[in-house]
């Protein structure tokens, strides 16, 4: 009888310091996602804040990796052919497949032109900075508006032609930094 009772006795304090042990292992456990949260979030801020500071520099591309269309098809594309590039006044917007020729000889069409109305808006530490531009390309008859946010690690783009949208997502570098190289469009494709 007393060996029973030692035994339970034993039985339980051995689960009390087992359950003790694993209530600290999840806290720590807890504790460390937090702290991977807030690394994330603190590295989306600088990523934020290092765009925003290209933007206001007018020295920004956009390297597009998604476009979605007016319809809504989602389609991955190659951000050595699609991005948009601002350069001080000079902006280009290059869409393309790099199977095809294309107009631009990059499988696609490239607008390119002078940058008419620049304007930046923020939204708030965490909801993102934003910029409306506005501008004329010989590749188009319209004025052509493109919308670019910034929000945590990824950039944003909806490029409006008239009846022509498209939304574009991708990753940021400054233009001056970046190995891109426009195209541009010629008049009977590969002919100059």
């Not at 631009?104 to 708030?124: H, L, M």
Request: aromatic share 8%; proline share 2%; no cysteine.
């Amino acid at each position: 009888m007393r060996r029973a009772i030692v035994l339970m006795m034993l039985g339980a304090f051995t689960f009390v310091g087992l359950n003790a042990q694993v209530q600290t292992e999840e806290k720590s456990k807890r504790e460390i996602r937090k702290e991977k949260r807030e690394e994330r979030r603190a590295a989306a801020i600088a990523h934020q804040e290092k765009a925003f500071e290209a933007i206001k520099d007018k020295d920004f591309v956009l390297r597009t990796d998604m476009i979605t269309t007016k319809w809504g098809r989602t389609i991955p594309v190659v951000n050595s052919v699609n991005f948009v590039r601002i350069d001080g006044d000079d902006i280009a917007v290059q869409f393309g497949d790099p199977i095809n020729i294309g107009l631009n000889g990059a499988g696609g069409v490239t607008y390119q032109g002078k940058i008419q109305q620049y304007e930046i808006f923020e939204r708030g530490k965490d909801k993102g900075v934003g910029v409306r531009i506005n501008f004329n390309s010989p590749a188009s008859i319209n004025l052509i508006t493109l919308y670019i946010e910034i929000s945590g690690e990824y950039v944003k783009g909806q490029f409006n032609d008239g009846p022509n949208r498209l939304s574009m997502r991708g990753n940021f570098e400054r233009a001056s930094e970046s190995t891109i190289m426009v195209n541009s469009n010629r008049r009977i494709g590969l002919v100059n």
